[in-house]
């Protein structure tokens, strides 16, 4: 199976601001983010295609001409919980250290770890290797599922993965 993993263009946000699971708009430079994107893809025939459910994947997964893809939470960005939102200077939570300096297994209060993103992410794989063993899939996701995406094809390590911050708009090829 070959995936194809699709980064979602920049987003309508100010920096500094916790989001992962919030459903942010995608920006006022959109429509020439995504022709890019949407010429590139266009190289490629894919067998199926999924999105994460956020309007920021399926604006893009709609926009390169792909409205019927399958919307799917696991392929949903890692889940910061009650610090969705708010800026990170301004979360005052006690286990924001503990995230911080174990952000692999301790999950964002009423959230995630990154180990629980990259389970998600897994499973998912697995599940539609067997239904797509030998077709080329779409996947239009997020920032952290394009690092679970590196690790598990053994691109990238668990402590190395961050070295490389997946670009808006980024195309990751993969071949499992």
Known sequence: MKLILIRHTSLNIASGICYGQSDIDVSSTFINEAD???TQLSDYQFDATYTSPLQRCVKLANFCGFPDAIQT????ELNFGDWEGKLWDDINDPNLQNW??????IPATNGESFI??????????EAIKIKHADQTIALF???GILHC???HAGLDQFDNTFEHKPAYGE??????
Not at 100 to 105: A, G, I, M, S
């Open 73 to 76: 939470p696991q392929l949903m």
């Open 36 to 38: 890019i994107i949407k």
């Open 116 to 125: 629980m993103q990259y389970q998600r992410y897994v499973e998912f794989v």
């Open 149 to 151: 995406a590196r690790i």
């Open 100 to 105: 911080f300096n174990d952000w692999l297994h």
């Open 171 to 176: 195309i990751l090829t993969i071949n499992l």
């Open 141 to 143: 996701t997020h920032g």
